[in-house]
């Protein structure tokens, strides 16, 4: 008995190859299966996380910034520092030094205790500063004023300041200004009188150079010893 083959016709190809491709498809499934898509999953966000990270991986809760902003930082820590370094702005010195400059200093004038005022239990001496230099100066506020006897020793305590601290006088050469020491008439108070003082030891607004004259007498009684600030003319 002989057997035949026969070629499949054209339809029968067709469905063969099918066949065929749809076992390629299952077997491939099979393979691959939900730990390789497990795999698939891990291996593409590792090399997500490497892109976001640099390549490199950085451990949780650590953050770095960047220099751009650590040096805008840095900056700002600066400019909001500005002030307190101790070293003025230009505009800052400037004006720092032409007020010294304008200053009446200690060297510029002279010193004087004027007369007594006396009234209604109250004393007041005219404490007077004359410009005795060769260009004009200023004075604003309150001078320091204490009372000390010939051999240095303090008396009582140092003036306290009455009133505002008064506008700014400008001294041309020969030009005086005041402050006015007040006190009180003996036994107008209960408060016993300080003792005697021989000299008025005197630093004039702004400076730190001291100034002497005579006291004239002057003795603080009642507790009461102030001085105003500086007035333009001399009062006697």
């Not at 820590?77 to 030094?97: F, I, L, M």
């Not at 007594?116 to 004023?145: E, Q, S, W």
């Not at 400008?170 to 020491?181: D, E, F, K, T």
């Amino acid at each position: 008995m002989s057997l035949t083959t026969k070629p499949l016709g054209r339809g029968r190809r067709v469905a063969a190859g099918s066949l065929i491709a749809v076992a390629a498809l299952a077997l491939t499934a099979c393979q691959d299966g939900p730990g390789a898509d497990a795999s698939r999953s891990s291996s593409t966000a590792a090399s997500a996380s490497s892109q976001q990270s640099g390549g490199s991986v950085q451990p949780s809760g650590v953050t770095h910034p960047s220099s751009a902003g650590s040096q805008h930082a840095s900056a700002s820590a600066g400019a909001s520092a500005g002030g307190r370094t101790g070293k003025p702005n230009a505009a800052e010195s400037q004006a720092s030094a032409m007020s010294a400059s304008d200053r009446c200093t200690a060297t510029q004038m002279s010193l004087r205790l004027g007369p007594a005022d006396i009234g209604a239990g109250n004393i007041h001496y005219p404490l007077v500063f004359t410009n005795k230099g060769k260009k004009a100066c200023t004075l604003r506020g309150f001078p320091g004023v204490s009372l000390i006897k010939r051999d240095g020793s303090s008396v009582g305590k140092p003036a306290t300041r009455e009133g505002g601290a008064g506008a700014v006088v400008r001294l041309q050469p020969g030009q005086s200004a005041h402050a006015v020491l007040h006190t009180l008439n003996e036994g107008v108070s209960d408060t016993p009188c300080w003792a005697e003082s021989q000299i008025v030891y005197v630093y004039p607004p702004g400076s730190k150079e001291p100034m002497t004259t005579g006291s004239r007498g002057l003795r603080v009684c009642g507790g009461r010893f102030d001085v105003t600030a500086v007035e333009a003319g001399s009062l006697g």
